[in-house]
């Protein structure tokens, strides 16, 4: 049972445009959220978070959204570099779990120069 | 680099044999984790420590175990070895439960 879904195994962006990544999950009692970026042959680095508590994050070039109603959430990148090519997972925590995190099969994107 | 030392990168071997993998967390991170990530099941948690106690299990198998010792390296030990063993293995760290996990490179373990 899959309780973080990312639907979208790959995503194809031109370099400038903006790059929208979405992610599900089925758990209401997820407090916390992530977004991990991995490139070939590295391990997951962190990228930004969300609380449950709020429906917007922002970091630079990079915003999460979080709808719980429709328990989704989204990662967009705007502008995309090709630089961003990489694959990203979303990741989900309970409560005071720590970094027992809850990942989803990741989407890779390509940004086209 | 995350500062999360991974050995080793690759391994190779048969099924039926032990295993061993080691991970040096960043400095001054009490909290180790592991996690497995395979081709049919993403990146799943394994096991977490902190300061050397065991603190939270995921779905970690019988046949793995895994302990943080009082330099705050941990290891993982993965015996009888199958084929559907191979996968990614990763090793995070965190200053304390809460706080950001870096990373490790992981270690590519191929049973054939």
């Known amino acids: 049972d899959q309780q973080v879904k990312q639907n979208s195994p790959s995503l194809s962006v031109q370099e400038g445009r903006i790059s929208i990544l979405n992610c599900d999950y089925t758990?209401?009692?997820?407090?916390?959220f992530l977004w991990y970026k991995k490139y070939p042959a590295e391990g997951p680095t962190f990228l930004i978070s969300?609380?449950?508590?709020?429906d917007k994050n922002e970091d630079g070039r990079f915003t999460v959204f979080l709808n719980k109603s429709a328990k989704h959430l989204s990662l967009h990148i705007v502008p995309s570099q090709p630089g961003d090519s990489a694959v990203y997972f979303c990741?989900?925590?309970?409560?005071?779990?720590?970094?027992?995190?809850?990942f989803g099969g990741g989407t890779r994107l390509m940004v086209k120069p | 680099d995350s500062g999360v030392t991974q050995t080793p990168k690759h391994l190779i071997t048969a099924t039926g044999q032990r295993v061993t993998l080691r991970c040096s967390p960043r400095?001054?991170?009490?909290?180790v984790y592991w996690y497995q990530q395979s081709l049919d099941q993403g990146l799943q948690f394994l096991i977490q420590?902190?300061?050397?106690?065991?603190?939270a299990k995921g779905n970690i198998l019988e046949r793995f175990s895994a302990q943080q010792f009082p330099d705050l390296h941990s290891e993982l030990n993965l015996s009888s070895l199958e084929l559907g063993d191979s996968a990614l293995y990763f090793c995070?760290?965190?200053?304390?439960?809460?706080?950001?996990?870096?990373f490790g490179q992981g270690t590519r373990l191929t049973v054939v």
């Open positions: 420590y902190y300061n050397g106690e065991e603190r």
């Open positions: 969300i609380s449950s508590i709020k």
């Open positions: 990741a989900a925590r309970l409560n005071n779990a720590g970094n027992m995190l809850t």
């Open positions: 758990n209401s009692m997820f407090d916390y």
């Open positions: 995070a760290s965190s200053v304390l439960l809460n706080t950001e996990a870096f």
């Open positions: 400095s001054g991170d009490l909290s």
